[in-house]
């Protein structure tokens, strides 16, 4: 079992920053993909940005050019900058790992992700 835990969401303003961070409790990277997953009310649960366990790097179209993820491998954490963001980016933001032996292939569906971050808030207002 791993333990994700996500940090760094808030309230900004459109064209504001935020960095989020999601730490595991034990190291992962070992054929493990990891992603940023985002759900907004009403919406289903989406990927939007991920490293496959190759490394392999997604971004979805709506994020291209103003997020940027990364990872910390002596600190086993995931990032994700993000920067001019927009109103529509108010989500819940969920950290996930992947399971899956080595691959450049990131899976879109949720139910293909074995472990799960309790979320982090991001609201931005216009």
């Known amino acids: 079992q791993v333990q994700l835990a996500e940090s760094g969401g808030g309230s900004v303003q459109a064209g504001g920053s935020l960095r989020l961070s999601c730490a595991a409790s034990r190291y992962t990277y070992n054929s493990n993909s990891w992603g940023w997953f985002r759900q907004a009310p009403g919406k289903e649960r989406e990927l939007v940005s991920g490293i496959s366990s190759r490394g392999g790097v997604y971004y979805a179209d709506s994020v291209k050019g103003r997020f940027t993820i990364f990872q910390d491998v002596a600190k086993n954490t995931l990032y994700v900058s993000m920067n001019n963001l927009k109103p529509e980016d108010t989500a819940m933001y969920y950290c996930?790992?992947?399971?899956?032996?080595?691959?450049?292939?990131?899976?879109?569906?949720?139910?293909?992700?074995?472990?799960w971050g309790q979320g982090t808030q991001v609201t931005v207002s216009s």
């Open positions: 996930a790992i992947r399971e899956d032996g080595g691959t450049w292939f990131l899976p879109l569906s949720p139910d293909e992700w074995n472990y």
